[in-house]
């Protein structure tokens, strides 16, 4: 079929996931490096804006659902960016639709259900994140959601960052608190089989801070292995919250692995060092992989 010159090139859509208790605005840093070039959708998750039915216990493919529409709405193959707890949605969505991703950007995707496959660390890892949301789940039976929240806030962001937030955003993530434990479950139940992610054929980038805390790094390195065609980056000084802490180096070079194979620059995913290099500075290779 010969394409009608004079009619607009249809833009290719990225799908952009937030972290659990954020919402689609911290892609806002995504969407003006991306700029027009896209349609850029950033799908909120169930929370307090939008609560879970409650009608069975609450699962990824739950809060892939709405991933998947947009997927199957779209024409042409779609980009996926996942952050955190987006980070394992995308990955469910990823797998259920593995012939209809272009590609896939991830920072620290929150796969817990990885944990247990990856030997004597992992598990130490596992009991770690488990902790977390054992505090947060407890706090949440008994009322003291203070408690929950900064449990909850302080492991991600650090020592203190809880108490540092100002009060409407302290109330506002008090709010959507509950959503945490629905989050915490559906992630270390994940339906992700180590081997089924030899599906993922397209490029996929996979990034986490320097700073990741040691889940996070453990989940990014043991993905970056098992993912065809993946590659690491690690983003100087950076924390878990890195799309947020350093949205410019961050949105950079998830633009550009997007960019990467739609303009024809590079019909190949580039390695983690082109990537880096690209970029600028702020980030390298696996320099923390034995």
């Not at 607009?8 to 806002?28: D, M, T």
């Not at 320097?210 to 993912?227: N, Q, W, Y």
């Not at 590659?231 to 949205?247: C, D, E, N, S």
């Amino acid at each position: 079929m010969i394409r009608d010159p004079l009619r607009p090139k249809r833009r290719e859509r990225v799908i952009a996931l937030h972290c659990s208790g954020a919402g689609p605005q911290q892609w806002c840093d995504l969407a003006e490096a991306l700029g027009g070039r896209y349609q850029m959708l950033a799908p909120e998750h169930y929370g307090a804006s939008r609560p879970w039915t409650g009608e069975h216990a609450f699962t990824l493919a739950d809060e892939a659902a709405r991933t998947l529409e947009l997927i199957d709405e779209s024409d042409d193959k779609v980009h996926l960016v996942g952050h955190s707890y987006g980070g394992g949605v995308a990955l469910a969505a990823a797998l259920a639709r593995p012939q209809r991703i272009a590609s896939m950007a991830l920072y620290e995707p929150s796969a817990f259900h990885l944990l247990s496959g990856m030997g004597a660390q992992g598990r130490e890892a596992r009991a770690e994140i488990a902790a977390i949301a054992r505090r947060v789940c407890e706090g949440l039976v008994s009322g003291a959601y203070a408690a929950a929240g900064s449990a909850f806030v302080d492991y991600w962001n650090g020592p203190g960052s809880w108490q540092a937030m100002r009060p409407d955003l302290r109330q506002a993530l008090l709010r959507w608190l509950p959503k945490a434990a629905l989050d915490f479950h559906a992630l270390f139940a994940g339906p992700t089989p180590a081997g089924g992610l030899e599906k993922l054929a397209f490029p996929v980038l996979i990034l986490r801070g320097e700073r990741a805390p040691m889940p996070s790094a453990l989940i990014a390195e043991h993905l970056s292995k098992l993912v065809p065609a993946a590659r690491l980056l690690i983003v100087a000084a950076a924390g878990h919250m890195g799309p947020m802490t350093h949205a410019p180096e961050v949105s950079a070079l998830m633009t550009q692995h997007i960019t990467a194979g739609v303009d024809g620059s590079c019909r190949r995913a580039p390695s983690p060092y082109q990537l880096g290099t690209a970029a600028g500075r702020g980030t390298h290779e696996r320099e923390a992989v034995p």
